[in-house]
Each structure stands twice: as structure tokens, then as C-alpha cells.
């Protein structure tokens, strides 16, 4: 019985002493008259849910392309993933709003040395708007070589349902990056069972590929 109060008082403490590290980050930037490019970088890694995904939007406001910038949008993309915590068997810190903007956020840097993340993401997250939201970031960069992992994306995805949104990004990731490798993806969606917004999305598409 000792041991379990003791157990429960240090967690208790260790608890304790990380809400009050995460306030007085918060803390820290109320009292800022000008938060700028680094504080936003800390609290994505330090600030609470909220925070994190208020600090990615400020950052693609300001334009910030550095790679301390990229790396914490990297970071960014695997919260509630690769840093996931449960509680009960539960997962309790669910980030797929911070991974969603976090992925266009990369997009929009243009960086492709992160693709190798997004497609990571594109694969393995179990959520469909974050991966959604990985492959527009993936379509705004503009690289050929994304085609074959966006195909692979439509090729495994549901024609109906769920996917639906998740279909709909990559067929319009195929006509941003405007490639001719992107021609017979999109004439299989036209030709598949998916709902006809999406055909209409890959014709649509089409129009943009280059030759």
C-alpha cells in the first residue's frame, strides 16, 4: 500500500511539473510584446494541443521556411503517432489536426527533402483527413517521383465511403504536379467506380498535365 502512494505522489509531481512547464511556455509567449520565428518553433514542440496547431498556422503566415522550421513541422506530422501516449488503452493525445497542418505546411516550403515523411505519413496514418491532407502537401511540391505513391494511394483506396476524400486529394495532387506519368491514374479513376465529383476532379485534372 505504500508503494502505491508513493507511486501515485511522484506521479503526481511529474504530472504537476509538466503542466506547469507547458503554462509557463504559454505564459512565456502572452508576455512576448512580438513573438517571433523561434518562439513559435518551441512551443510546436513544448505547447499544449491547441498551441502547437496555433503555432503552425503563424508560421505559415510569417513565411518561415528554415530548417529548425522544418524539422519541428516534421515533428509536427508524428505527433499522436510516433510520440503517442494512452491512457487505459486509449489514445489520449490524438494530433491529427497538428499532422494535417503540418503536412500542407511542408508543402507549401517546397522542401522535398521531407518527402520521404510524407509519404511515411501517406502510408501508415490511420487517420484519412491527415492523410488527405499529406497528399496535397505532397501534390503542391510538384515532384514526379510523388506520382507512383499517389497512385499506389488511389489503387488501394475504397471507390466509395470513407476514401472518397482521400481519392478526390490525390487525383487533385496528380494535376498539381502536372506531370504526363500522372495521364493513366487519372483515366483509371475515370474509368473506375468512384462517385462522379471525383471523376469530374480527374477530368479536371487532366487539363493541367503537360506533354
Not at 34 to 49: A, C, N, Q, T
Amino acid at each position: 500500500m505504500r508503494k502505491i502512494v508513493i507511486i501515485v505522489a511522484v506521479l503526481f509531481v511529474l504530472g504537476a511539473g509538466v503542466l506547469q512547464a507547458q503554462e509557463s511556455i504559454e505564459q512565456f509567449l502572452r508576455d512576448l510584446e512580438k513573438p517571433g520565428k523561434e518562439d513559435y518553433v518551441k512551443l510546436i514542440y513544448e505547447g499544449s494541443h491547441e498551441n502547437k496547431l496555433w503555432a503552425i498556422n503563424k508560421l505559415v503566415e510569417m513565411g518561415a521556411k528554415d530548417q529548425d522550421v522544418i524539422d519541428a513541422l516534421v515533428f509536427g506530422l508524428q505527433q499522436g503517432t510516433l510520440y503517442v501516449e494512452r491512457q487505459n488503452g486509449r489514445v489520449v493525445n490524438d494530433f491529427w489536426d497538428v499532422r494535417a497542418a503540418s503536412a500542407v505546411a511542408l508543402g507549401n516550403i517546397g522542401d522535398t527533402r521531407v518527402l520521404p515523411k510524407l509519404y511515411q505519413a501517406l502510408r501508415y496514418d490511420t487517420d484519412v483527413f491527415v492523410r488527405s491532407s499529406v497528399v496535397i502537401g505532397i501534390g503542391k511540391m510538384g515532384q514526379r517521383k510523388s506520382i507512383p505513391e499517389i497512385t499506389r494511394t488511389i489503387e488501394t483506396s475504397s471507390p466509395s465511403g470513407p476514401d472518397d476524400q482521400l481519392v478526390l486529394a490525390c487525383v487533385q495532387a496528380l494535376g498539381d504536379i502536372g506531370h504526363r506519368d500522372g495521364f493513366v491514374p487519372l483515366i483509371e479513376v475515370m474509368r473506375g467506380k468512384f462517385r462522379r465529383s471525383i471523376k469530374i476532379a480527374a477530368r479536371d485534372a487532366l487539363k493541367k498535365i503537360q506533354w
